[in-house]
């Protein structure tokens, strides 16, 4: 049924806006790429052909399963009845009623899922704020083995070039295995990146080093880290912590701890 409904749509998508526009409707960008999305909205005529596109295809998706939802329901009541004629007419009833809610939780469960992974993003995207390099005041030195990498890491990451970011600290951390801001840079890139595992990685390693500052940094990221994967009992575990330390975070910890719950 779905490619009928493609080819029914004039509209073609328009490749270079395709990635972005599903991030934007999956609730995978920030809070910062969501603004800038909008105000292009604004001008770009091609990106809201595209944004059009794709929400009008979402639709047809649901009213085509809808529609093969009541086919398959009328094939089961058909199934029925030729089974169990009259005189077992009360099993046929009982049948079609089964199997309609078979389909019908199935559908639930499929809804409910989605729908409970949208919540958690947009939780995340409420309480996620990239870390800004302007901030940065510590872990790095004019005697680095090697600042080139360390200031066009930061220029890279300024730009939202997370993977070219991500290499240059990674160069920064071979010369100087010691530079805790780095490490958080990486471990940004990482979750922007959606390699989450990667960035929980790099979280662990500053919070290993106990230092006071950086510690605190990578313990609230690493729990949106979590919020992100959906593991609810890891999240809620790493907010507690952040909670019982009272550090810089323990306030935001909480209320990200009630809107979970």
């Known amino acids: 049924m779905i490619p009928n409904i493609r080819r029914c749509m004039k ?63 009328d094939q089961f009541h058909k199934s029925a009845v030729n089974k169990h004629k009259s005189n077992r007419l009360g099993f046929s009833k009982l049948y079609l009623v089964a199997a309609s809610l078979v389909l019908l939780m199935s ?69 100087e295995p010691e530079n805790i801001a780095a490490k958080l840079f990486i471990g940004i890139s990482y979750m922007e990146l959606d390699c989450v595992d990667e960035a929980i990685k790099s979280f662990n390693t500053i919070i290993e080093s106990k230092d006071t500052y950086y510690s605190q940094q990578a313990e609230w990221y690493k729990a949106l880290c979590y919020l992100k994967l959906n593991d609810e009992h890891e999240t809620i575990e790493q907010l507690d912590g952040i909670i019982e330390r009272k550090g810089y975070y323990a306030e935001n910890a909480a209320k990200l701890k009630v809107a979970i719950n």
């Not at 999956?26 to 990106?47: V, Y």
């Not at 993003?121 to 004019?142: A, C, K, L, M, P």
């Open 11 to 73: 509209k073609k998508s328009n490749e270079n806006y395709s990635e972005r526009v599903q991030r934007y409707l999956m609730d995978g960008l920030n809070n910062a790429e969501i603004k800038l999305f909008k105000e292009e909205l604004k001008s770009n005529s091609l990106l809201m052909d595209e944004l059009k596109f794709q929400k009008n295809l979402e639709q047809a998706i649901i009213d085509d399963e809808l529609d093969e939802f009541k086919k398959r329901l």
């Open 107 to 175: 559908l639930l469960g499929i809804f409910f899922y989605q729908n409970g992974n949208s919540k958690i993003q947009h939780i995340f995207n409420d309480f996620y704020e990239r870390y800004e390099s302007v901030r940065t005041t510590r872990g790095f030195s004019t005697t680095s083995a090697d600042v080139a990498s360390y200031v066009n890491g930061l220029q890279e990451y300024e730009l939202a070039n997370y993977e070219k970011a991500k290499t240059l600290f990674l160069i920064v951390i071979e010369s």
